[in-house]
């Protein structure tokens, strides 16, 4: 049987939720992953160190009890944060980043911040502390199509920060355009992106034709196809850049399949299997391990893992559902075939 053994893979981008849907999800994420970067976006907002080291007692609390797994805390950037909670979180071990939400611009982020003018000294002072800022990339003007806000983000704001903060460590997040793509390449090596299952795997046709399809829809929204052929080139390319960042982001199924159905795509109960699909697709799986094992956890500055992972080549069907009675999660490509699988985590 065809097996494909990595170094364990780490999720730079996840959302697990809190109280009983993060019973429900963790456990996939903690089953592949050893660590993961954990969104701030609950309800309220992850915005003080001292909510974020709660949320990570909660976390610890739902692993299970057979596996490794280390949750990496995000701070949510609002107009209010202040610099003396930059410096706390700089000086707090297991607090990695800071992520910046444009207010309104998708699940959560209504605390966001709208004048990113009026953050420039927060975002000095993560330049000074050197902690990475992670961005939600795109504009929340209504006039802006929607298929648009990410380029019209990096047009009119991205490269401004950049240019302003040449040295804060800015992770791109989820992104899913050639110009992305190309912004990043062109920027200086404290740029980076994570790129989604979903971007890789599907383009808005999926979303869209022949019925609307809820479970497709997440924010940034599924591109036209050559935006996917671009996200695919970087995530197989080699490029340090470009990382794994699942943005797992359970809801609900009545809350998706719904007449305002919420953003977001629950892949974590097969995150490397999508991967793994997406990466053979473009006779690329030798470049797989680089991009979910290896080139996140440089950019985070933390050691690479030691402990393996194997694939195996074995075709299984996605099920319909995940989750309990109360807490139904349809899965992204529910009833679909995957080929590949994640056997437990290999023996020490
Ligand atoms: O689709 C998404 N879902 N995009 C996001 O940016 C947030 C996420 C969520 O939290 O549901
Ligand atoms: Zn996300």
């Known amino acids: 049987m065809k097996t494909l053994s990595l170094i364990q893979p780490d999720d730079w981008h996840v959302h697990v ?38 949320y990570r007692a909660e976390i610890l609390q739902a692993i299970p009890s057979d596996v490794n797994f280390t949750p990496l805390m995000t ?62 990339g795109e504009v929340t003007d209504e006039s802006c199509d929607i298929f648009d806000r990410e380029r019209v983000f990096i047009d009119t704001q991205l490269t401004q920060i950049h240019h302003q903060f040449p040295a804060l460590r800015i992770v791109l997040e989820h992104v899913t355009t050639t110009e992305a793509v190309q912004f990043v390449q062109a920027a200086n090596t404290n740029v980076a992106a994570t790129i989604t299952p979903q971007h890789l795997l599907f383009n808005r046709n999926a979303l869209l034709a022949g019925g609307l399809r809820p479970h ?49 795509c629950f892949s974590a109960f097969a995150a490397l299997e999508f991967y793994a699909a997406a990466f053979e ?39 319909p559902v995940y989750g309990t009675a109360d807490i139904r999660i349809t899965p992204l490509q529910a009833g679909e075939i995957l080929q590949w699988q994640m056997q437990s985590p290999d023996a020490l």
Not at 26 to 37: E, G, V
Not at 232 to 246: I, Q
């Open 17 to 54: 939720r809190n109280g009983d849907l993060l019973k429900t999800v963790l456990p996939y994420t903690a089953r592949q992953f050893a660590r993961a970067i954990i969104m701030p976006n609950l309800k309220p907002p992850v915005t003080t160190v001292a909510q974020a080291l709660a």
């Open 75 to 136: 701070l949510y950037l609002t107009p209010q944060t202040t610099l003396s909670e930059v410096q706390q979180a700089a000086a707090t071990e297991s607090i990695h980043a800071f992520k910046l939400y444009p207010a309104g611009a998708t699940t959560n982020s209504e605390a966001g911040v709208n004048d990113l003018r009026g953050i420039f000294p927060i975002l000095a002072a993560l330049e000074k502390y050197d902690m990475p800022l992670l961005i939600h």
């Open 281 to 319: 697709d473009a006779n690329a799986l030798d470049k797989l391990e680089g991009f979910a094992s290896f080139y996140g956890a440089d950019f985070y500055r933390l050691p690479r893992n030691t402990q393996t992972i194997t694939l195996v080549k074995s075709a299984w069907q996605i099920p």
């Open 216 to 264: 497709f829809y997440c924010l940034p929204v599924l591109k036209r196809e050559p935006h996917r052929q671009a996200l695919l080139a970087a995530a197989t390319s080699g490029n340090p850049k470009f990382f794994l960042g699942t943005d797992s982001a359970p809801h609900l199924s009545a809350l998706k399949e719904n007449a305002c159905g919420c953003a977001g």
